[in-house]
């Protein structure tokens, strides 16, 4: 190629680049200007930057290396014959450049770890390397080797490619191109091949070769290191194999080949095909002979005497994998488990008692959408649990909460106007203490309707607090706020407006006052309407704005309604986890954002997470979709609901990964004591961490290393049939007092059973409440007691004849019975196991689930009952099946006839015969038969017959040595 046509390939790159970018200012520059609203912008700039400088680094150097090559490619073919390449092998230089640079780009985050990494302050035991060079600098190393070999190899393939195409041609026309040629002429001719390449590209190849060799030594050497990862053997990490031959090996390997490829570079002069071929080989058979070492190694030497062998590399492994998962700071004790539960042991527990947590978070969050969605176009995405202080109660109780939002995909009519300057925001929260119903089997709220009410002093006022969300979990749109269109803040109360739902355009607000609706909310067709006061989002005060968010979102409405003014803002990235993700994707997050009502403002609570795949001998496991071998919850996230600020809290100073995402970001993070403490006390240990850490606790609580290798004390996570499906239980939040602690806190906790048993072995609890956030404990049983385990439980309930009959009849009334969680509650030296049971309405799709009972378990005792203390007091003996307490007034104690029991013992007996056989009419004759005997009792019965007996028609349930304490549904019930 002429020199003009190379300043021409070279204007072409340039050209390619500066168009993508101009292409992309629009949207960049609408992204800036987010992240500069949040007070990021340095971050923006900083990522950009890095991102900018790797894609033309690289990019680059893929360009000059392999157009390089390619002219040498063309000049050695020239030396033979008249030649003229086509220019679109150039241009796919250009194209393949381009990509890799746009490809590697995104290991910006790798180099600047690396620039930047803090010290672990730990040592591998076997190259003695310090772990941060395992977690920061292995993986640069790694990526820039990699990358120079795939370079080589693409040189490498485009000249052969060539030379095979130009040198292996039997017949050749004068001019050399492709549709000149006769192609039934052309033969490919290796010994022709062979000769053109020795005579003139032979120094080309053989430099590429010896290139490639070098990098591949290079890459051999690295790869000593990654045996710190290895999984080949019965030890994570280096093992006994990998010490004696397999490091040893590539040891070799790397300096074969090094030597190798510096022979194949000065074969260039030399042109000997033997130091080709020699280098090749030796690279080939060192290979193999390290891998057949290995196995032999490991069939004959390792595998006869395998634990004396690995013994101090399964040390290793066991250490290492509790440092990566904070395990080794797991307290460790010994539970003691009773098998009594005393009525003096419930009432010194009464922060555990009162907060049994009954409701499940899946059918209350179907009660939560049916009883206070108010509006079609309001939704309950997720219901959470937490604790707070409630100020008539003057206690600490655990609540389910969930915030109400906007239900974008149920707009009245779903106009753009509606989508993003109507329908902008949710309103306020419902919440509901977790062991509490309203007598009817519906939750007893703490906090409910629009505008948000409660009737325990922890409403939200919207003219003086700000119970809006414009951010949340599923608000998917942009909003633009401040706008000629006013907002619909909530649907008005009856006797303030008509309730109709708003479906508000232009045309309708002309009549609104702007400074009226600035000041305070206005009524108007059933609605309040709302003009946003806060500084959440960006200011869109010049048309160049305006038009940058129209190209950034696709959408010319930004531009050219007349709605949109130089006073409304946009708002973007609202939903939490797109918003997170945006200003720090290097962290991961959890699953679970919740909600806090602070001051009568509502704030979320995002834990964020630190992970690395590269920490020494510590197994991995799964988190996120991906492997990871260290982790740790090293930030909260705090977002306010109504203007999206976002501010990221350092909770692990400790933690050397994020220590060095401060170094690279120091104006992204703050410290935890920064955070506000009405905030911080809503703060709690994260599911998805305890979960990953017990279930890499289950084999590394082992700490003997023969234990751990004969795998004698494995644990396993238990199952819970939920609806009718085996399923692992999951980690809960509850509140109780642990062992050896005094006052009750907010804990998380998950039980284990042995593996392929299901007796419980213990249990793991995660600490919320400060001074003790953040500790783990775990408890164990004796390995002489034999616990029953939740699945166990399980059977005893299912064993249950009352309750199974009792679930029959339900479900042959049109109800489905939901069986919720299955928790287990330690109490002192003892576990109750405690699962509630939903009744719904069949094949209705808008059905309440209400709560209808308790099962309670404690060693071989179950009792289902009405209400949770019922159940309690069966447990303890304090109601029996033989006597019911009878009076005419309050001070007349007497005992019921024998006879009189004796009698509706048979009659109940009858009924529960016909019952079993499928007889309703029977069933329900004897039941009638029965309301009429009590009828004849004495009308002052001073004990509740609901706790204690089978069911009758009208006044409940009188209890049988036969019903174990089972209360049966009752005709009311059915019929309900």
Request: aromatic fraction near 12%; glycine fraction near 6%; charged fraction near 25%.
């Amino acid at each position: 190629m002429t020199k003009r046509q190379n300043a021409a390939l070279v204007a072409a790159f340039v050209g390619l680049v500066a168009l993508y970018v101009a292409s992309n200012f629009p949207s960049l520059y609408a992204d800036y200007l987010w992240f500069a609203s949040l007070g990021y912008d340095s971050v923006f700039v900083k990522v950009i930057l890095y991102r900018s400088v790797v894609f033309v680094v690289f990019a680059l150097l893929a360009f000059v290396f392999l157009y390089t090559s390619y002219r040498v490619t063309v000049r050695n073919i020239r030396k033979s014959q008249p030649y003229q390449p086509s220019a679109w092998f150039a241009v796919g230089i250009v194209l393949g450049s381009v990509a890799l640079g746009a490809a590697y780009s995104g290991a910006w985050e790798t180099f600047l770890t690396y620039l930047n990494a803090e010290p672990f302050g730990t040592t591998d035991p076997y190259f003695g390397q310090p772990v941060s060079f395992y977690v920061f600098t292995l993986p640069a190393y790694n990526l820039v080797i990699g990358y120079l070999l795939l370079l080589t190899l693409l040189a490498l393939a485009v000249a052969v490619g060539l030379y095979a195409y130009e040198f292996g041609l039997e017949e050749y026309e004068e001019a050399l191109g492709v549709d000149e040629l006769d192609s039934t002429q052309i033969e490919f001719d290796p010994s022709k091949f062979l000769d053109r390449v020795t005579t003139y590209a032979y120094g080309h190849l053989t430099s590429l070769l010896g290139v490639f060799l070098v990098l591949l030594s290079f890459n051999f050497f690295l790869s000593r290191y990654s045996l710190m990862f290895s999984e080949s053997g019965e030890v994570t990490g280096v093992g006994a194999t990998e010490a004696a031959v397999t490091s040893p090996a590539l040891f070799v390997l790397a300096l074969v080949a090094f030597v190798g490829g510096l022979a194949c570079v000065a074969n260039f002069r030399i042109r000997d095909n033997r130091v080709v071929y020699g280098a090749l080989a030796a690279v080939l058979i060192v290979g193999v002979v390290g891998t057949a070492g290995a196995f032999l190694h490991q069939g004959y030497i390792v595998e006869p005497d395998e634990f004396n062998q690995e013994e101090e590399y399964l040390s290793n492994e066991i250490e290492f994998t509790r440092s990566a998962f904070a395990l080794d700071r797991v307290e460790e004790s010994t539970f003691d488990v009773s098998e009594e539960l005393t009525r003096e042991q419930v009432e010194d527990n009464p922060g555990t008692v009162e907060n049994v947590k009954l409701w499940d978070r899946r059918p209350l969050r179907q009660t939560y959408n049916e009883d206070q969605q108010v509006r079609t176009y309001y939704e309950f995405p997720e219901i959470r649990t937490d604790r707070y202080d409630v100020p008539t109660e003057n206690r600490t109780r655990q609540v389910m909460v969930s915030p109400r939002e906007i239900a974008e995909h149920d707009l009245p009519t779903d106009t753009w106007v509606n989508r993003h300057l109507v329908y902008t925001h949710g309103m306020g929260l419902a919440m509901s203490p977790v062991s509490e119903t309203d007598g009817q089997g519906l939750p007893r709220f703490y906090m409910e309707n629009i505008p948000p009410e409660s009737d325990v002093g922890m409403e939200m006022d919207p003219d003086e607090d700000q119970p809006r969300i414009y951010y949340g979990l599923s608000m998917e749109s942009y909003n633009i706020v401040n706008t000629e269109t006013p907002e619909l803040d909530y649907p008005a109360l009856e006797d303030e407006a008509e309730t109709e739902d708003v479906d508000l355009e232009e045309e309708d607000v002309e009549d609104v006052d702007d400074d009226e609706l600035a000041e305070e909310e206005v009524v108007q067709g059933g609605n309040v309407l709302y003009s946003y006061t806060g500084d959440g989002g960006v200011p869109l005060s010049s048309t160049f704005r305006q038009i940058a968010y129209a190209v950034r979102f696709g959408d010319h409405q930004i531009f050219f309604s007349d709605s949109v003014t130089t006073d409304s803002q946009i708002q973007m990235n609202r939903p939490l986890d797109q918003r997170v993700e945006t200003i720090a994707p290097f962290l991961e997050y959890d699953d679970k954002p919740y909600p806090v009502a602070v001051d009568g403002e509502i704030k979320w609570i995002y834990d964020a997470y630190t992970t690395a795949d590269g920490y020494p001998y510590s197994a991995r496991t799964e988190f996120k979709g991906e492997e990871i071998n260290y982790l740790r919850n090293s930030v909260k996230v705090v977002v306010d609901a109504y203007t999206g600020e976002t501010t990221f809290y350092v909770f692990e100073d400790d933690d050397p990964v994020i220590n060095t995402y401060r170094n690279i970001f120091p104006s992204l993070f703050e410290d935890a004591d920064e955070m506000p403490d009405e905030v911080r006390e809503n703060v709690r240990y994260p599911q998805d961490a305890f979960r990953t850490q017990a279930e890499v606790n289950l084999e590394y609580h082992m700490q003997d290393e023969f234990e751990f290798y004969q795998r004698e004390d494995v644990w396993e996570v238990p199952t819970e049939r939920l609806r009718g499906t085996e399923v692992e239980m999951e980690p809960y939040y509850i509140m109780m007092t642990l062992p050896g602690e005094e006052e009750p806190e907010f804990i998380q906790i998950l039980p284990f059973v042995p593996q392929d048993r299901q007796n419980m072995i213990g249990w793991m609890a995660a600490r919320s409440d400060e001074p003790h956030y953040g500790e783990i404990k775990s408890f164990q049983f004796s390995q002489q007691e034999v616990i029953r385990g939740p699945p166990q439980v399980d059977d005893l309930v299912d064993q249950d004849p009352l309750i199974s009959e009792s679930f029959t009849l339900w479900d042959d009334q049109g109800s489905d019975v939901i069986r919720g969680n299955l928790l287990v509650i330690p109490i002192d030296d003892t576990v109750m196991y405690v699962e509630p049971v939903f009744l719904e309405a069949q094949g209705i799709d808008d059905a309440i689930p209400q709560l209808q009972r308790a099962i309670v378990t404690h060693g071989d005792t179950v009792t289902m009952q009405a209400e949770f203390e019922d159940a309690l007091d069966f447990l303890f003996g304090e109601t029996t099946p033989d006597e019911v307490v009878v009076g005419d007034d309050d001070d007349a104690v007497g005992t019921l006839d024998p006879d009189d029991l004796q009698r509706l013992t048979g009659v109940y007996q009858e009924a529960e015969a016909a019952l079993e056989e499928g007889n309703l009419i029977e069933y329900a004759e004897r039941m009638e038969e029965l309301g009429d005997e009590l009828d004849e009792i004495d009308d002052a019965i001073a004990v509740d017959v609901n706790e204690t007996a089978p069911t009758s028609p009208e006044d409940g349930a009188v209890d049988t040595p036969d019903n174990q304490g089972v209360d049966a549904p009752d005709e009311d019930e059915l019929e309900g």
